[in-house]
């Protein structure tokens, strides 16, 4: 079964820019649109972003304009990356396909904090 591995997060200052990584253990980019999750402490998981296969992008209002998912199909990979964090941004962060069929991995955890 297909499993995902998120990495890059970390404690880090208000601001600034930082980007996350998911790697599927099979090919599944091709055919499923990417999602990116995130779950702050007390808090249930919310869906943050999406790239639907085909370039389509979409984003929820808390992070619009400020975080991009991007996608690499070749390295079975899909990226979001964090511009102007806010203390708000402060999560575990989880990828999935975009109707969520797989798996949540370990998610990775990201500290904003000033």
């Known amino acids: 079964q297909v499993q995902l591995v998120e990495s890059g997060g970390g404690l880090v200052q208000p601001g600034g820019s930082l980007r996350l990584s998911c790697a599927a253990s099979?090919?599944?980019?091709?055919?499923?649109?990417m999602g990116w999750y995130r779950q702050a402490p007390g808090k249930e998981r919310q869906w943050v972003a999406s790239d639907i296969r085909g370039g389509n992008t979409f984003y929820s209002d808390s992070v619009k304009g400020r975080f991009t998912i991007s996608r690499d199909n070749a390295r079975n990979t899909v990226y979001l990356q964090l511009d102007s964090r806010t203390l708000e941004d402060t999560a575990v962060y989880y990828c999935?396909?975009?109707?969520?069929?797989?798996?949540w991995g370990q998610g990775t955890q990201v500290t904003v904090s000033s």
């Open positions: 999935n396909t975009e109707a969520v069929t797989l798996p």
């Open positions: 099979g090919s599944i980019f091709s055919t499923n649109g």
